[in-house]
């Protein structure tokens, strides 16, 4: 198992790795316990251009099904086709960043999604991605408000713009055009917040530090909640249909799933993104006025999750 | 109902439109009569830049599990990005042709796509492209060279390159890079077969026809031959796994379906070609000397499935 470090060729990449690997472990430990289960499995990774991985994958949990926490710190000079498609500056790359996908058992838990990355391109430029978004199968209004209001505390702790422009952002990042509806309920997105310009290295890192210990808490939190939830085959057929959505986005439109994809990443750990069984029915409608059809209506941009205060945003 | 037919700015275009629409009717009748078990239900719609299509689905056949076969003419003018990368010389264009794609119940019975399309474009190029391939879930190797076979006695009643040449595009364009996985056993696979360059529109035309009025017989057979065989619940959950790799493909590669998804096609008419239900683990290997590491073993380019006369292929 490679566990050598990156050569540094900076310090701030060093400093970067070190606190994804640590977190890495820490969040897989949480989810664990919350689980109560199963263990994850560990699959270490060389990649071709340079630098390694650690993918933890879970299956058969008590209530997750299938998730992966994947580390990863890899280096290297990608294609000019593969910079030109993920809009990189320069070819050469170094990344770092922990990717988290958990689809649990029942459709009453929702589907979460988490990462934190660190980039360093090869013209000097460096910077920090990242976010939080949940994909309910049914939308609970109440814990999709909570949610929210937990993602807007930690931006609110770094700065007053950062929660409704990383909402925002989320809105925008995770939707599907051809079927005009959101992943999910959303939560943060941000990418390309770069050093020198929306902050020091230090101030960036210490936000994307909270939001990736924001993580566990808040997802523990939602599997406590609606674990014991019941449910029957009606819901675990309208969860394999979402499910198929997920697997449209991540398949056809992630920029991540690209991006690893693109520069050799290793597949199957890009790929323990998808759900474990899926179901494609042509033109398949939820009946008006059923609990489908109302999650089906919050799956669009600009739900006002969290009532903003006005005056902190103008700050 | 829309039946017009579209203001015909080229008798060629009237002439490829009105023997898709005619092709469509042929070859629903004929899988209906194969299947025995199901009728096809018709969607018909209109395309935002002009045009329109007729989807024809059918779903829990005798044989079929899901199928559809799509009828379009449409036109319009793309973006500048998605006239990109499409590659189009020119975004404004005209379209029609019919794409099938058919998920049998049995896994012993392959999984089918065939196309056929004529394009123009703004500048006065015009162009067809077409294929047939199938994805069998367990590998038949007499029954792969059969298939191939009916595919080489098309292709040699018009040109004795046309084989060597659509059979190993086939292998080039039906691959899953990240799976260093071919899609299936291919078949041939042609595009830009350009008015003009590669023949005149009538020679094109009557390949592409061949092709298309080839498919029914074969696939019918196929569908007769295998349809009776015994299977289990091992077969059914390769099947699912391999339906996975299915979908990878459409939604992360196929080029018709970003032309499709792009060009503002219909989604759900599009999206008929994924699988009813399919299946995603974590680093799933089969067990060495089992069918579906056989059947693994043969997915990879280059199967010589036809012994081609040298002779012939060098005129």
Request: proline share 5%; with cysteine; glycine share 10%.
């Amino acid at each position: 198992m490679p566990t050598v470090l990156t050569t540094p060729d900076s310090l701030n990449r060093t400093t970067a790795e070190t606190w994804m690997r640590h977190f890495q472990q820490r969040l897989c430990a949480q989810l664990e316990a919350a689980d109560g289960g199963t263990t994850f499995q560990t699959d270490a990774w060389l990649h071709e251009g340079g630098g390694s991985g650690l993918s933890k994958v879970l299956q058969h949990g008590a209530v997750l099904e299938k998730g992966g926490v994947n580390f990863s710190a890899v280096w290297g000079e990608m294609s000019e086709r593969a910079a030109r498609t993920l809009l990189m500056p320069n070819p050469a790359y170094f990344a770092t960043g922990v990717s988290v996908v958990l689809h649990p058992r029942s459709p009453m838990v929702p589907i979460a999604h988490m990462n934190v990355r660190y980039f360093e391109a090869g013209n000097g430029e460096a910077w920090f991605g990242g976010g939080i978004d949940v994909t309910p199968i049914y939308v609970n209004e109440a814990q999709a408000r909570w949610f929210h209001q937990q993602l807007y505390a930690v931006c609110r702790r770094h700065h007053p713009a950062y929660y409704p422009r990383f909402k925002q952002w989320a809105d925008e990042y995770f939707y599907l055009p051809h079927r005009q509806e959101t992943r999910g309920i959303g939560g943060i997105f941000f990418d390309r917040l770069t050093v020198g310009h929306d902050g020091s290295f230090e101030e960036l890192f210490a936000f994307v530090q909270d939001v990736g210990d924001a993580f566990g808490p808040i997802y523990t939190e939602l599997m406590h909640q609606n674990r014991a939830l019941p449910y029957g085959e009606r819901e675990q057929q309208w969860q394999r249909i979402r499910r198929g959505r997920y697997a449209e986005f991540n398949l056809a439109i992630d920029r991540g799933t690209k991006f690893g994809l693109e520069t050799g990443g290793r597949t199957e750990s890009i790929l323990m993104s998808l759900p474990p069984q899926v179901e494609w029915h042509y033109n398949q409608q939820p009946e008006a006025g059923s609990p489908e059809a109302a999650t089906l209506a919050c799956l669009r941009k600009e739900v006002a999750w969290v009532a903003i205060q006005q005056n902190e945003y103008a700050l």
